[in-house]
Structure formats: C-alpha cells, structure tokens
C-alpha cells in the first residue's frame, strides 16, 4: 500500500474528528507520537497493520447482530454475516480448527465463553436430559436450584500467578475464582520450569472439570500432549488460552506437542497480542463444544462488534501470509537474543531463558522491586510491566520481577543485533538503579534513585536505536 494512500486515509479521518473534538483528534494523533518514541517491551502489546486499524473505522460499528451467522436475532445482518464468517474461515484454516467464534471482545470474554460451553456440555446438557426437558425454562423450581448449585460447584486446576498464570484462570480477585473451586498447579522451584508429574498428580488429588493450560509470564514451551494426557486421565476438560503466543501457533513456530489446537478440547486467544491483529478475543474448539460456544452472545457477552470482527478477518487474512510465519520467527530469535544479552550481563532471568515471546527479569539481584526497576527504565524511554516471579516476596504489586517482550519491536523491524543493544539499554539503568527510603528512613518498594542524566542517556540512546525502524512508516500526519 502506498504511503499517499494509508496517509491520506488517517489525515483525513483525524480532519473529520478534529472538527467535532478537537482534543481527541490531537490525543490519537500523540499516542502514534509516544508509540513512535518508546521502546516498547510490552509482552501482550504489538502494532496492528494499517489495513486492520481502518477496518474498525466504520459504519459496522453501528449494527446490533446478536446471534450467529445466517442465525440472528436483528434484520439487516448480512453484511456482518459476510465478515463474521470470514474471520471464522480464516481462524479455522489458520489454526486448523474446526470451529471458531469471533465474536468475543477480548480474552477474559473468550474465556468465559469457554468456561460457560464446558458447563453447559458437561453439567447442565445431563441435568436437562435427566429431567428429560430441553431447555432450562422448562425445569422445575426444585430442578433449576438444583442445577444451579451443580453449576456453581465445579473445579478448575490451573497455573499458579506466580508461575506466569492468568487471573482468569479460577483466581479468587476474578469472576473464574468465584465460579469455580481452584487449584493451581505451579513450576518446579530448581528450574522455573513445568513439572509434568507434579500437574498429574494435583489432577489426581483434585479431580477438575477442567485443566486450563496458558500463561501470561512463562517464558517456556507447554507440552500440551502431556497436558491433555493428564486431562484424559481425569476425565477433564482440558482447555488452552493461548493469548499470549497465538502469534506462535499461527507462524508454526510452535508445532506437535507444542501447537495447542489439536491437543486442547477448547481453546481461546486475544487477537491483538503476539497474533498483532485488533484488539479482542476468540474461540477455537472441536464440533463437540461449537453449538455450546456460538452461545456466548447473550450467555456472557453483549452485542457482537461487527467492526471489530471484520478487522479480526483482515488481520487474520494477514497472518496467512507466508511473511508471518518469518514474523513469528523473528519473535523468538530477538526474545531468544535478548535474554542472552540479558544472560551475559548477569541479569538473573526465571527459568534461565526463553522459548517464546518473552523474558522474565528477576530484579532482585540488582536489589530492586519491579516496580522500581519499572518506573525507572520508563524515566529511560522503555516500556515494560512489572510482574511476579515464582514464589516472589513481594506479593503481586510490588513484585519481584519485570516481563518483556518482542512482539511489538519485531513488528517495526529490529532484529537480534539490536536486541542486544537493547540489553545493555536495560542493564544500564537497572545496575544504577538504587532503591529509595520512606520519609521515616524506611526501605520502601516503590522509591528509587536513578540519576537524570543516567536515564535522559538511555532514553536518547532508545530513541536512536528506534530511528532505523520508523513505526508505521508510511503513515505521516503532517
Ligand atoms: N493484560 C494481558 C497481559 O498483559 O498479559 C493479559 O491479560
């Protein structure tokens, strides 16, 4: 696509905001300004083409479209089937599903889909037909409170927080851990890594509904053969969330064991992620769960948002592209290069290294918390997020630990000789980095002392590095 073009097409919608709110228009126009500037090490962040962000740009947003495609509840949908159903024959084939649903608007929304699709299949499916009804309104009150409760009274064994699991994974702060009864599974203390027999075991001893699999911070391959091994072994659902390493799975850099789809009963992703399509979420599974999981408007979701399904097609088109697959490589080979320049310069990494898209920094060798080590490499121009690594001490605000991550610098183009720099960026400010007192002369978890021209250096040396790899290179606004 051509520079005239793509230009034109963003001046032009920024004119059109501009003359209603004025502050909107400038605020979009210096959030590509920052994007442009940072260093963005963000795991779960990328940079959506050009192509995808203007598909969201439209008049799709205006059409309700509840239900599914050729299936719904609102006249005047056939536009929204056409796009709904693209994005979903993509998925399919990109992923090789049989089934996929769009409609999600992120991830925790995909997952409660899924959560939903399995209680349904396992729990209230064999309740109807053992009241020998077909829909629950068509229950007794006595059945109906006692379906209610089997619902409400089922077990999820997933990966602990401090492991690298998510949230959405039965944890109590999340509407999964008022659902569901939960236990998770963590990594073996030596390695950081994913003990099998330990997993096995827990299912054993817990006997879950389901076994969720994904990571938000674990910087390894999952074995999801063995995984679905132990889910069989228990009569469990097992269900993989993807979000983070989507991107992986669709460049085929994780294959076999390693290639979630054919081993997972269901399995869910964000789209906006390491996958770089818009902002949202999705459903693969096989024809078992499919009627269950179209049911997620209005089981669990509002309205479908056809402008975001139809950018879900385009990005999803895109990553068909045999280009990608070279994409998803190059992810691993800068997270692979960064950590060992990371490595090389006695930064202590969780697990030692990386197979995916990101790196788990221990800070606590350099005697911070990550939230200092966080707010002090953001003073220097790099954006990261503070996480916490297995067993942390310092509970998840604080943290011990920060997470980075590739996607978002390979989209612009750097390669492994520019990871390596981007080490030494990293290392420099932490190693001069010291943690600050309270006014009472106590140690605190969030002060820090980092020298301006330390960081003012740094930034300007990130900004430098960025100048051979322009964001968005054929959009200018000016
Ligand atoms: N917020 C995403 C992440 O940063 O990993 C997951 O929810």
Redesign the pocket.
């Known amino acids: 696509m051509s520079r005239n073009a793509e230009s034109t097409a963003f001046r032009s919608a920024l004119e059109v905001i501009r003359a209603v709110e004025p502050r909107v228009a400038d605020a979009i126009g210096a959030e590509l300004a920052d994007q442009r500037e940072s260093l963005k090490l963000?795991?779960?962040e990328n940079y959506a083409s050009p192509a995808t962000l203007l598909t969201m740009g439209n008049w799709f947003s205006d059409k309700y479209a509840e239900g599914t495609v050729g299936r719904r509840f609102y006249a005047g949908c056939q536009n929204v089937d056409t796009v709904e159903a693209l994005a979903a024959e993509h998925a399919k084939e990109l992923f090789g599903a049989a089934h996929a649903y769009v409609q999600p608007h992120s991830?925790i929304d995909a997952n409660l889909v899924a959560f939903w699709a399995i209680l349904a299949d396992r729990v209230e499916s064999p309740a109807l037909k053992k009241a020998q009804v077909r829909q629950v309104n068509d229950l007794t009150e006595a059945d109906w409170f006692a379906l209610r409760r089997e619902l409400g009274n089922q077990r999820m064994l997933g990966m602990s927080l401090d492991a690298g699991g998510?949230?959405t994974h039965g944890f109590r702060p999340n509407i999964s851990g008022k659902m569901f009864d939960q236990r998770s599974y963590g990594t073996d203390p030596a390695t950081g890594l994913i003990d099998y027999d330990r997993v096995a075991e827990a299912a054993r001893d817990f006997k879950p509904l389901i076994l969720v699999a994904g990571y938000?911070?674990y910087p390894r391959k999952v074995n999801f053969r063995i995984m679905r091994e132990i889910a069989d072994s228990v009569g469990a659902t097992f269900m993989v969330d993807m979000?983070?390493f989507a991107g992986l799975v669709a460049g085929k850099v994780f294959t076999g064991d390693f290639d979630p789809v054919p081993h997972a009963h269901i399995v869910t992703t964000t789209t906006h992620k390491s996958l770089r399509g818009p902002r949202g979420g999705m459903v693969l599974c096989g024809p078992e769960l499919a009627d269950q999981v179209d049911r997620g408007c209005p089981m669990v979701l509002g309205g479908p948002l056809p402008h975001v399904m139809a950018a879900k097609a385009v990005a999803l088109a895109e990553a068909r592209r045999p280009d990608f697959a070279d994409y998803a490589q190059r992810i691993v080979d800068n997270a692979q290069a960064l950590a060992e320049g990371l490595l090389r310069r006695g930064t202590t990494l969780v697990t030692g290294g990386t197979d995916n898209h990101l790196v788990l920094l221990d800070v606590s060798g350099y005697g911070l918390t990550g939230r200092q080590a966080e707010q002090a490499l953001l003073d220097s121009g790099i954006v990261t997020?503070r996480n916490a690594v297995p067993q942390d001490r310092n509970g998840a605000w604080y943290t011990s630990g920060i997470r980075i991550g590739t996607p978002a610098l390979t989209t612009r183009g750097l390669g492994t000789a520019e990871m390596d720099a981007t080490a030494e960026l990293i290392h420099t400010v932490l190693s001069q980095t010291t943690p600050g007192a309270n006014a009472d002369g106590t140690p605190s978890k969030a002060k820090y002392v980092l020298d301006p021209a330390v960081a003012d250096s740094v930034g300007k040396q990130a900004t430098d590095l960025l100048a051979g790899f322009p964001l968005y290179p054929t959009v200018a606004l000016d």
């Open positions: 963000i795991a779960s991830g998510h949230l938000s911070a979000a983070h997020n």
